[in-house]
């Protein structure tokens, strides 16, 4: 059982251009959840997703970011027009559909990098 | 504001040591709490975890945790580290119903052979 896919592992861009991230949750998971790492800082929680909804975005920078969860195919964060602020690790994490159960099961993250 | 905070950045030991991280979290209702453990090189794999019940919880690799309650604290133990347990450290909250973690800042353990 493959764990969960990010895509890229890094990723460079200039100021001004987009990145897109990509996370592939675990089979059978159906909740996604984002999170960054600024350099020298613990994660900070961004948005969670479940299947073409999303349910919490309180951590999600109000402009320019964006995520999404479509109905098939990977869940995608969104950052358009980058500036050197958002270089940092993100990660993302996949947990089973159980409302009892929050254990979250992490990829290896994106490295992004705004030059 | 919902926080989580770690007491100690860098620890350094040498193997044998016993190992004890402090976490102490601010949030008043009920939630569930998690160490996250992250090897170099590797990504973030779970430690252990406490949702209910004996709030001493026991971990993969010889860890544990006890969740005070009264104390707001999940403090990570290890009896006698070892070498191959250098990593940094994470301890987690999540508020009941809410899916997302808080996370504290991390503890880089360093073993010292």
């Known amino acids: 059982n493959a764990g969960v896919m990010q895509n890229p592992r890094h990723l460079v861009r200039r100021r001004g251009q987009e990145a897109r991230l990509r996370c592939s949750p675990m089979k059978g998971h159906s909740h996604v959840y984002w999170y960054r790492q600024l350099p020298e800082e613990g994660l900070k929680f961004m948005v969670y997703?479940?299947?073409?909804?999303?349910?919490?975005e309180s951590g999600m920078p109000k402009e320019r970011f964006s995520a999404e969860f479509p109905k098939e195919g990977p869940s995608i964060l969104r950052i358009q027009q980058v500036v050197r602020g958002d270089s940092a690790a993100y990660f993302c994490?996949?947990?089973?559909?159980?409302?009892?159960?929050?254990?979250?099961?992490f990829g290896p993250g994106t490295r992004l990098t705004v030059t | 504001a919902q926080s989580v905070s770690q007491h100690n950045h860098h620890v350094i030991l040498s193997e044998a040591a016993s190992l004890e991280l402090g976490c102490n979290y601010s949030y008043g209702g009920t939630v569930n709490l998690f160490w996250y453990v992250q090897y170099p090189g590797q990504h973030l794999q779970l430690l252990l975890k406490y949702f209910s019940g004996d709030p001493l919880v026991k971990g993969i690799k010889g860890f544990e945790a006890e969740f005070i309650k009264s104390k707001f604290s999940f403090n990570l133990r290890k009896p006698s580290v070892q070498w191959s347990d250098t990593a940094e450290y994470f301890c987690?909250?999540?508020?009941?119903?809410?899916?997302?973690?808080?996370f504290g800042q991390g503890t880089t353990l360093q073993v010292k052979p």
């Open positions: 987690a909250v999540s508020p009941s119903n809410t899916g997302k973690l808080i």
């Open positions: 994490a996949s947990s089973p559909p159980s409302r009892e159960n929050y254990e979250q099961y």
């Open positions: 997703l479940q299947k073409e909804n999303i349910i919490d």
